[in-house]
C-alpha cells in the first residue's frame, strides 16, 4: 500500500506532539492529534478512489478507456475485466 507511509508519518508527527506538551495540554493535543489522523485517513481514501488510478483495482493507472475516454486502468487486462460496469 502506497499511502501506509503517509499516515504512519502523521501518526508519528502526534505521537511526538504529545510528547513535548505538558501533562494540562496532553487531553487537547490527543484530540486534535485523533482529529488529524482521521483527516489523513480521509485522505488516503479519496487518494485510493481517485480517478487517476485503475478504476479495476485501485493501482495507478496508466491506460485511459479507448470507448469512453474517462474509465483509467493500469492495463488492458483491467481494462477488459471492467468492459461491462462503465
Ligand atoms: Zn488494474
Ligand atoms: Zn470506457
Request: proline content about 1%.
Amino acid at each position: 500500500q502506497e499511502q501506509e507511509p503517509i499516515i504512519q508519518q502523521r501518526i508519528q508527527q502526534a505521537v511526538d506532539e504529545v510528547k513535548t506538551k505538558s501533562s494540562e495540554d496532553k487531553q487537547k493535543v490527543l484530540m486534535d492529534a485523533s482529529r488529524q489522523l482521521r483527516e489523513a485517513l480521509k485522505e488516503a481514501n479519496a487518494q485510493s478512489n481517485s480517478k487517476e488510478n485503475c478504476w479495476n483495482c485501485g493501482r495507478k493507472a496508466t491506460e485511459t478507456c479507448s470507448g469512453c475516454s474517462k474509465a483509467r486502468y493500469c492495463g488492458t487486462y483491467c481494462q477488459h475485466k471492467d468492459w461491462d460496469r462503465h
